[in-house]
């Protein structure tokens, strides 16, 4: 059994804020990125990572402009890389914000594996956070289209040989990552916690830059370091050059 890592695109969205992915940096700046979702093939079952956004609430719910073409639906995509989404048994988001799972309801056969702490967050976040959980008046958050599926879990999790969960709070309390044993290397899917190659990289002020969206910048930090440990290659959520490279194997 080898384990890769394919990464799909299921969107783009345009001309957000630069600090809001680099903490305190690039001031005036925008940033156009791209919402990704990935594939964990060659084990028992496909595993995907993420679901994306909803695009008719892009604009509407989260004043954001996105593009999704007719191939970047998320299981458009999925079939066209050889995947039939009833084949999928587990999905795991990263967290609960609307651009990594509002489309988990396109798995009927999938188990949607989150962190309990993060459930309990996105059923009541801080006022500040509300949208981003689609926790707002009226509104039945996309993330609930498959509720009755998700399964809870508490910290670091194996998931399947070769594919475990790590916690990393920060960005939000229940955070995690996706470490996976490939055929040359280890690769950790890391959600938010690692926005683009730049935020792992750094700079001359910090060994690596967290998102400028979080609940805990202490928990943040820790996380950072936590990973240091893992050994592995770090593929962030919304880097472009993700999919320029597509497989991790
Ligand atoms: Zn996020």
Not at 49 to 56: E, I, K
Not at 75 to 84: E, H, T, W
Not at 157 to 169: K, R, V, W
Not at 170 to 180: R, Y
């Amino acid at each position: 059994m080898t384990l890769s890592i394919r990464a799909l695109s299921v969107g783009r969205v345009f001309g957000l804020p630069k600090p809001s992915f680099t903490y305190l940096r690039g001031w005036g700046a925008t940033v156009d990125i791209p919402l990704i979702m990935f594939v964990i093939e060659g084990g028992d079952a496909p595993v995907v990572v993420d679901t994306g956004a909803d695009l008719s609430r892009a604009w509407d719910v989260h004043r954001i402009k996105m593009e999704q073409s007719a191939d970047e639906q998320p299981d458009v995509a999925l079939r066209s890389a050889g995947i039939d989404p009833d084949d999928v048994r587990l999905v795991v988001n990263t967290h609960l914000h609307w651009d990594h799972s509002s489309n988990n309801h396109l798995f009927p056969n999938a188990r949607v594996v989150v962190q309990q702490s993060e459930l309990d967050f996105a059923r009541k976040p801080v006022m500040w956070h509300r949208r981003q959980f689609e926790a707002l008046p009226d509104l039945s958050p996309a993330w609930q289209r498959a509720e009755d599926r998700i399964s809870p879990v508490d910290g670091d999790t194996e998931l399947a040989p070769g594919i475990t969960l790590i916690s990393l709070p920060g960005h939000t309390p229940g955070s995690q990552g996706v470490l996976v044993e490939a055929a040359t290397r280890r690769y950790l899917i890391a959600g938010d916690c690692v926005y683009l190659y730049d935020s792992w990289e750094g700079d001359a002020d910090a060994d690596h830059i967290p998102a400028g969206i979080y609940t805990d910048l202490v928990a943040y930090e820790e996380s950072l370091r936590k990973i240091e440990t893992l050994g592995c290659e770090v593929i962030p959520s919304h880097d472009s050059r993700v999919l320029d490279r597509r497989i991790f194997a």
